[in-house]
């Protein structure tokens, strides 16, 4: 049987104190990379929505569009409206990569903290896998 429970269980609290810690920065940094990853895919989400609303105002003939701000649309001329939505996408494009910079540099973390944690209880890597047992 594993005598890991749980993130919060009892056997945690049997664990010497350097593993106990290791473990919760090892929680930590997931916490991190989950919410950095809900932020990469929020910026995908908007690059996305930039790109078609970019697409279809290159289809316009006319010069006047309406953009909302809020629950009220404002007419404005789709040149600007084209210049805004460029400067927001490459700001976004900026975020992604650094959000993916960040993205890579926990994994990397999580990583070498979840070996450093198997070799503290001196298990191998084929037990943490093993999540359904």
């Not at 056997?11 to 940094?29: A, G, W």
């Not at 084209?82 to 900026?94: F, P």
């Amino acid at each position: 049987m594993d005598e890991r429970k749980d993130s919060d269980g009892d056997c945690v609290q049997n664990l010497p104190q350097n593993v106990q810690q290791e473990i919760t920065q090892f929680q930590q940094l997931e916490q991190q990379y989950q919410m950095i990853a809900s932020q990469l895919q929020s910026v995908d989400a908007e690059l996305k929505d930039i790109d078609s609303t970019l697409e279809e105002l290159g289809k316009l003939t006319n010069e006047d569009v309406y953009k909302s701000a809020g629950s009220v649309l404002f007419k404005s001329d789709k040149e600007t409206v084209e210049k805004e939505l460029s400067e927001r996408k490459e700001t976004l494009s900026l975020r992604k990569t650094t959000l993916e910079r960040q993205e890579t540099r926990l994994r990397t973390k999580l990583q070498e903290s979840q070996k450093k944690i198997q070799e503290m209880l001196g298990t191998s890597g084929s037990s943490a896998g093993a999540q359904g047992s």
